[in-house]
């Protein structure tokens, strides 16, 4: 009788034992690679840089681990208007369009680091690549809504000091009628696929 009871509490321990090793918990995910310096930072794995640009040190280094295989190709900007029209870019895209960019700002415009410029524009691609564009050359931006006024302008320019004025089509003639009171103005760079006298065009400039 004792044998047989040990017997069935063996079999017992067996199966709960069998069971247990069917029900276990899956192994913890492994830890993931870093593969940028700013994954790093963030994971406490490196200092953080005396100097950062967003532009430089992460739109630049994703493409960089695109074009070596250690990313996904993913778009870095897509953009779709009401009509359905898109524009999407890759990070290298992105990066070489902002770079010209900033090429406009520095060369044409003559800004510089710290110098300030109002960034007046409706939801439009060129208002993301402008303001990457001003990451990487260290330009103060000012953003500001379409519904300015000429009045709101006027105040934001003398307060600010801005050297240059970026805006479309829409608000170009309320800017027009006030820049000769704004002594700081000195370049006004517009986003249109057509010209104005006193004016140059952005896109043309990109091209």
Not at 16 to 21: A, D, M, Q, V
Not at 26 to 49: C, D, F, M, N, R
């Amino acid at each position: 009788m004792r044998f047989w009871r040990r017997g069935l509490v063996l079999q017992a321990l067996k199966s709960s034992w069998g069971i247990c090793r069917i029900h276990r918990q899956p192994p913890p995910p492994p830890v993931p690679k870093v593969v940028a310096t700013w994954e790093a930072i963030s994971l406490g794995k490196q200092p953080v840089p005396e100097y950062f640009n967003f532009a430089h040190d992460v739109l630049d280094e994703w493409s960089r681990l695109e074009k070596a295989g250690h990313r996904p190709p993913n778009p870095a900007f897509w953009w779709v208007n009401g009509s359905g029209a898109e524009v999407k870019w890759t990070f290298e895209e992105l990066g070489k369009q902002s770079r010209k960019a900033a090429n406009v700002l520095e060369g044409v415009c003559g800004l510089q680091p710290g110098d300030r410029m109002m960034l007046v524009l409706p939801r439009l691609p060129d208002w993301w690549l402008i303001s990457v564009a001003c990451i990487r050359t260290g330009v103060v931006m000012i953003p500001g809504v379409s519904q300015l006024t000429s009045k709101d302008l006027k105040y934001r320019l003398l307060a600010s000091r801005a050297k240059s004025i970026i805006t479309s089509d829409a608000l170009a003639p309320k800017v027009d009628a006030i820049s000769a009171d704004c002594p700081s103005l000195q370049t006004k760079l517009l986003v249109s696929d057509t010209s104005r006298p006193g004016w140059i065009n952005f896109r043309e400039l990109l091209r």
